[in-house]
């Protein structure tokens, strides 16, 4: 069959395929062990259930506002106000089905063809393919990990062109776990306002953050970087609410009400009593997101640990999210043909740095148990000693 072009040029997210390849090995009897997952292995906090479960009892089943319930749209804007320093009210607030879906709104309404939007490599696999799908031309801008995977702001300077409308900065980072100091991100928003582009801030992993690490929102610094920010944050990290599809958009009043149009002749509200977990996830005790944060801690420095033993993986130490992207180019394999082998003859599922943009890495999640993490590193350094 004759697709359109807009779909051929976009590849499908290699995280959800290694995901789900995983998942059919273990169901067919097969002992793997899975780095592959980019959510939480922890259940949603129970107050967040029972707050939808009720929602759900009170009807709360219908049609909603496309831009999402006006208490939630007031909650989101009072957590940014009063823990972001953003100044948004509900009217700057758009509800949408995750930050996947915030950020490809975002790029529909934003994008004419020719746009360039610059990416930070290592990048989240969906950044260039959303730009692509608007039309726009995703701009690459290549980080080593002797720069610990941040952009400079010089780079971002060379990279900035007369069709640069956007740079996408996510702090923490999906894949490498690493997270900008506040000088840093004032220097990357210093650009932003000089070049006179916009900067979309993925908050998604803020609350996940180590060795008494802070989050400063790059929109917080001054007016002049507020108006040039648009925010891209959901619930599915910090709260363990990956399947209940919440996230959301914050900006200028125009560009939201221009998604809100979007989203209403696409997918229409998120559905309406999950909205009311999410309140309640805002709203309720935060003491779940610490011990979490506990919990990964733990496995962070154990991961860390086990990988520094590997003879030639090199892996920066990241300071947020719950990945982490070590250097694995001493077994001489591209990052893809060292992910199939390692999963097909060891059952260890990893995902090739090559989907993020850096073909020397592989991203391990260790968002998973410690027995796993054990196992799994046990496996992968037979792997790599295989190769040297
Ligand atoms: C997980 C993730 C998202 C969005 O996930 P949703 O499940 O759609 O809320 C956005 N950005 C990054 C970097 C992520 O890792």
């Known amino acids: 069959m004759k697709l359109a072009a807009r779909i051929t040029q976009v590849s499908p997210s290699m995280t959800l395929a290694v995901a789900a390849k995983a998942k059919a090995m273990k169901a067919e009897g097969l002992d793997v062990c899975s780095f592959s997952a980019g959510e939480p292995d922890f259940g949603t906090p129970s107050h967040i259930k029972i707050a939808a479960e009720k929602a759900l009892e009170n009807g709360k089943t219908r049609y909603g506002p496309a831009a999402g319930e006006p208490p939630l749209r007031e909650a989101i804007a009072h957590k940014l106000r009063t823990e ?5 009210q509900a009217a700057n607030i758009l509800v949408t089905n995750g930050g996947k879906q915030s950020l490809y709104n975002l790029m529909q309404v934003l994008l004419d063809p020719g746009d360039e939007v610059i990416i930070p490599a290592p990048y989240w696999v969906s950044y260039p393919e959303m730009v692509k799908l608007a039309g726009g031309k995703p701009v690459i801008v290549h980080t080593s990990a002797e720069q610990g995977f941040k ?18 900065f996510n702090s923490p980072s999906n894949p490498t776990g690493m997270v900008y100091t506040s000088d840093e991100v004032r220097a990357i928003a210093q650009v932003v306002i000089e070049k006179d582009i916009l900067v979309v801030s993925d908050e998604i992993y803020e609350k996940i953050l180590y060795d008494g690490g802070e989050h400063l929102s790059i929109g917080s610094i ?19 609410m990956t399947g209940w599809r919440l996230g959301y958009l914050a900006g200028p009043v125009e560009l ?18 999950a909205q009311y977990g999410a309140i309640a996830a ?20 154990f991961m860390l640990e086990r990988l520094a033993a590997i003879p030639g993986v090199t892996c920066p130490t990241p300071h947020g999210a719950f990945y982490v992207f070590p250097n694995i180019s001493v077994a001489g394999l591209p990052s893809l043909e060292f992910c199939d082998q390692l999963l097909e003859k060891h059952q260890v599922a ?10 020397d890495c592989i991203r391990l999640s260790y968002a998973t148990d410690l027995e796993t993490i054990q196992k799994g590193l046990d496996r992968l350094e037979g792997f790599i000693r295989q190769h040297l």
């Open 350 to 359: 990893t995902v090739p740095g090559i989907a993020f943009g850096a073909d």
């Open 282 to 301: 805002l709203q309720g005790p935060q003491d779940c997101v610490e011990e979490m944060c506990a919990a990964f801690a733990k496995r962070r420095t």
């Open 84 to 88: 972001n320093g953003l100044d948004y």
């Open 151 to 168: 952009m400079s702001p010089e780079q971002l300077r060379q990279a900035i062109t007369p069709q640069t409308r956007l740079v996408v």
């Open 256 to 273: 939201i009400q221009a998604a809100t149009t979007l989203q209403s002749q696409s997918t229409s509200n998120v559905c309406t009593f």
């Open 222 to 240: 001054s007016p002049e970087i507020f108006e040039r920010t648009i925010v891209s944050h959901g619930f599915a990290k910090a709260y363990s």
